[in-house]
C-alpha cells in the first residue's frame, strides 16, 4: 500500500473553492489518521484562469494534472464568461480529453439521514444504490462544431471502441454490484443509439453473469422518479449522462450530495469532481454543501490511490455527520459549508461518531 501521494487542486469558479478548502481539510485530517502524507499543488481552472491566465486551462496545468496522483476539482462556470468567446467549460472538457477520462462514475444513494426532506416519497427512496455511468469524451461535447448568427449544429459521434471501453467499465462495476446494467440510449431516432445499443448488447456477452436491458432515454428520466430501485448500472452517453445525473441528484436530496470520479487507462490520474456546477447564485456565502466534494474525495483514495480504508472513513465521517443532523440549506439544514466539514473532520480527530 502507497502512503505518499501528490494531489492536483482544480478549485475553479463560484463556490468551488468553498468546497475543495472544505474537502482539503477532511483530507488532511484523513491522512493524518491514517498515516499517509499527502502533498498538493493548486492551480487555477475555468473562469478564474480565463482572468488570470488568458484560457480556461493552460499546457502547464494539463502538465502538472498529468504528473500528479490524482486531481480534485470544485467547478467551472461563470456567468461574466457566458458571452464568449471562450467559455471556462472549455477548461474542463480539455483536462478530461487530456487525461482520457472516458468512464465517469456518479454514484446515486438514497440517504437514510435526508429520505424525510426530499421531494419524492421515503417509500420510492429507500434503499435506492445506482451507478451510473457516463460516458465523457465522446459524442455531442467533442464533435464537430458550427457556430453562426443563424445557423449552429454539434457533431455526435461514436466509435465502437469508445463504447465497448466504457461498456466495459459498466459491466465490470455491475459484477462486483447486484449484476445489473441498464444501457440508456435514443436508438429510436438517433444513429449514434443504434451502434450504443448493439455495441453494449455484444459486449454483453463477454459478462454472462450480468443481466442488460436498454431503455431509451426519455423513458429512463421517466423512472428515475417513478421507480429509481428498478435500475443498479446505469450506461450511457455524455450527453444523456449529464442530464439524468442532475436528475438523479434529487434522489438523495440535493446537487451538493453527488461526488463523481472521471476515469481512463489504469495508470492514468483520475479526476474526482462534484456533480454539481460552480453555483454562482450561492457562491461567496458560506453555505455551499461540501458532502459532494468530499464523498469524491473519498472515490479518489478508492479508485485512483488504492486506499479504501481511507474512503471509508471518510464515508463513515459523511454518514455521521449526516445522522448527527449537520446540513446545509439545500437539504433542508441551517449549517454552514464549515460547520458541515467540522462534523465530518471530528470523527477522525476523536475516532468515533460525532456528538
Ligand atoms: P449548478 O449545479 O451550479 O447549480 C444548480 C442549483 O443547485 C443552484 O440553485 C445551486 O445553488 C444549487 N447547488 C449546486 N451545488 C450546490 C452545493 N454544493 N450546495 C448547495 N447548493 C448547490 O448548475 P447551474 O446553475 O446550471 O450552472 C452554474 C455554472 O456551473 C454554469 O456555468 C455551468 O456550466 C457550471 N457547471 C459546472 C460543472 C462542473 O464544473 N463540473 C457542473 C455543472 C455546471
Ligand atoms: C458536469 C458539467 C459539465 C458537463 C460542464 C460544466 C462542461 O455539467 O460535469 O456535469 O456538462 O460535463
Ligand atoms: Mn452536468
Known amino acids: 500500500m502507497r502512503s505518499s501521494f501528490h494531489i492536483l487542486l482544480l478549485p475553479g469558479d463560484g463556490i468551488g473553492p468553498e468546497v475543495v478548502g472544505a474537502t482539503r481539510t477532511v483530507m488532511d485530517v484523513a491522512a493524518e ?19 488570470e491566465e488568458g484560457e480556461p486551462v493552460s499546457d502547464e496545468t494539463l502538465e502538472k494534472a498529468k504528473a500528479s496522483d490524482a486531481v480534485l476539482l470544485g467547478a467551472v462556470g461563470h456567468p461574466d464568461f457566458d458571452r464568449g468567446p471562450v467559455r471556462p467549460e472549455a477548461g474542463l472538457l480539455k483536462l478530461r480529453k487530456t487525461l482520457g477520462a472516458f468512464a465517469n462514475l456518479r454514484p446515486v444513494t438514497a440517504i437514510p439521514a435526508l429520505l424525510a426532506s426530499s421531494t419524492i416519497k421515503p417509500e420510492v427512496l429507500e434503499g435506492v444504490d445506482i451507478l451510473i455511468i457516463r460516458e465523457l469524451t465522446g459524442g455531442a461535447y467533442f464533435g464537430e462544431k458550427v457556430e453562426g448568427e443563424d445557423l449552429a449544429s ?55 453473469g450480468v443481466r442488460l436491458d436498454h431503455v431509451l432515454v426519455d423513458a429512463a428520466a421517466m423512472f428515475l422518479i417513478r421507480d429509481p430501485k428498478r435500475f443498479d448500472v446505469i450506461l450511457t452517453e455524455n ?61 479518489m483514495f478508492r479508485h485512483s490511490l488504492g486506499r479504501p480504508d481511507i474512503a471509508g472513513g471518510i464515508e463513515r465521517g459523511v454518514s455521521v455527520a449526516l445522522e ?16 458541515v466539514t467540522q462534523a465530518v473532520v471530528r470523527w477522525a480527530a476523536a475516532g468515533e461518531g460525532v456528538t
Do not use: C
Open 33 to 51: 489518521h491514517f498515516g499517509v502524507e499527502l502533498t498538493y499543488e493548486e492551480r487555477k481552472i475555468g473562469g478564474t484562469a480565463l482572468r
Open 154 to 208: 454539434d457533431l455526435s459521434v461514436y466509435t465502437r471502441e469508445e463504447i465497448e471501453r466504457v461498456a466495459r467499465v459498466a459491466f465490470e462495476a455491475a459484477e462486483g454490484r447486484h449484476g445489473r446494467v441498464t444501457s440508456v440510449d435514443k436508438a429510436n431516432v438517433m444513429a449514434t443509439g443504434r451502434l450504443w445499443r448493439s455495441v453494449v448488447a455484444e459486449v454483453a456477452g463477454e459478462y454472462p
Open 239 to 299: 450527453l444523456f449522462g449529464d442530464i439524468l445525473s442532475d436528475e438523479a441528484a434529487m434522489l438523495p436530496g440535493s446537487m451538493g450530495m453527488l461526488p463523481s470520479a472521471s476515469l481512463g487507462v489504469p495508470g492514468t490520474p483520475g479526476i474526482f469532481e462534484p456533480v454539481h456546477g460552480s453555483a454562482p447564485d450561492i457562491a461567496g456565502q458560506g453555505t455551499a454543501n461540501p458532502y459532494a466534494t468530499i464523498l469524491s474525495a473519498a472515490m
Open 324 to 339: 448527527a443532523g449537520f446540513r446545509t440549506p439545500d437539504i433542508g439544514g441551517k449549517n454552514g459549508t464549515e460547520e
